[in-house]
């Protein structure tokens, strides 16, 4: 795919040009944090910003939507139709990007899901390459998300005295085609400083985890009795924090409401958390998961263990936001370091 150059100095005009045929949605700072949100005007982008508070899956799988209306009586909903406008999703880092591509192999699978396509067929993405770690919570190293592999369809990289731009998809070749801030890189050289400049870059990432990448799904096969997770549930809140801010999280609770009149209503569906008390209840007063520490668990296994099974993909992106976010200050790094101790001892 074809290569362009950026200078720096024209980024402003590059994003100005977005908005003509788009909503361009981007890293925008909101007091001491940062949000992914409409671009009034450039000025406002941030680039280099630790992750968003919550994952730009929200334009893809909102909080909560509309699924259609119905009438007293009936089988079927009406209404079941998507409002969707083209979308740019702007200067999004790796690890969202696959969190993105987690959520893709979800939500289309069979029986895919009419809303998210839709969504996902009027968006483009334009992500930032990160050069240096987030902080301290970010494992991105050892989950292989710190360099772009696939699910964009450009990639901007800082390669120092200018931005390089990578072209991954006819959608953005379309896209880029003629923008006057774009100069033509050519492929080889290209190609060279892009390599160059990972070279380096990975000097500055370091294995936070203890387990290698390979590693992985085999010590969660060892730990489902671990006494790691009782530790983990004592300091666990039941809070829900960590899953509403996860970029691969799709749990969700459906409810109708219903008219006044009671002739009909809206059928809805909003985010729900596998860590709250109640989302294991069942019907005569069961509760599967009624400890702190199994719904601990379940969250880790869902990341590192169920998802390997089922999708063939870890479902952690090393962002960080779950260790971020937490008020209890449970730790994914302390956890999955405690877990690989113990079976070192074993």
Sequence with gaps: MRHYYLEKTSMGKFIESLKEGYRVVAPIKKENQFVFAKVESAGEVELEYLPTVL?????????????GTFDMGDTKLTDTSVEVEPMIIFAAHTCDIEGLECLDVVFNSDPADPYYKARKKS???IGFECMVPCDEYATCRTMDTHNPKAGYDVMITDVGSKYVLHVNSKEGKDLLEGNSALLDAGNGEAKTLLAKTREEKLKRFDNKLKPEFSRLARLFGDS??????????????SCGNCTA???????LDMYDKV?????????KRVWDSCQLEEFASVAGGENFREERSSRQRHRYYRKFDYSVKKYHKFFCTG????????M???SLIETVNSLDEENENV
């Excluded at 008219?259 to 059928?267: C, S």
């Design 224 to 237: 489902y009795t671990s006494p790691v997770w009782d530790e983990v549930g004592e300091k666990c809140l």
């Design 328 to 330: 209890a200050g449970i």
């Design 245 to 251: 801010v996860c970029p691969t999280c799709y749990c």
């Design 55 to 67: 994952p730009p899956k929200k334009y893809l799988f909102p909080q909560k939507e509309k699924l």
């Design 123 to 125: 968006l483009l993405i």
């Design 259 to 267: 008219k006044l009149d009671t002739t009909g209503g809206e059928r």
């Design 319 to 326: 962002c960080g936001r779950c260790s971020r976010t937490c």
